[in-house]
């Protein structure tokens, strides 16, 4: 399958999805270029960007997985080419 270059943009609300969110990174690492965390305090979220060299539906998998999870959003850009 063709690999294209996506990023995962994450919202943590609930903090104590943290771990799981952590779990399913290290599940996917083999396609993580990069990840950078910034944590809120003032508003008591944190943002996660993580940038995947992968196919479409792995991209897609990881951010299904992680948006289901308790307090969580995430969302998708991927590159046309």
Do not use: F, W
């Amino acid at each position: 399958m063709e690999k294209r270059i996506s990023i995962i943009s994450i919202l943590v609300e609930d903090l104590s999805s943290a771990a799981a969110i952590n779990k399913l990174l290290h599940e996917y690492g083999a396609y993580i270029i990069g990840r950078l965390g910034l944590p809120y305090r003032e508003r008591g979220i944190s943002i996660i960007c993580v940038v995947l060299e992968a196919p479409l539906n792995v991209a897609n998998s990881l951010s299904g997985k992680i948006g289901m999870l308790q307090g969580v959003s995430a969302k998708t850009v991927t590159a046309k080419a």
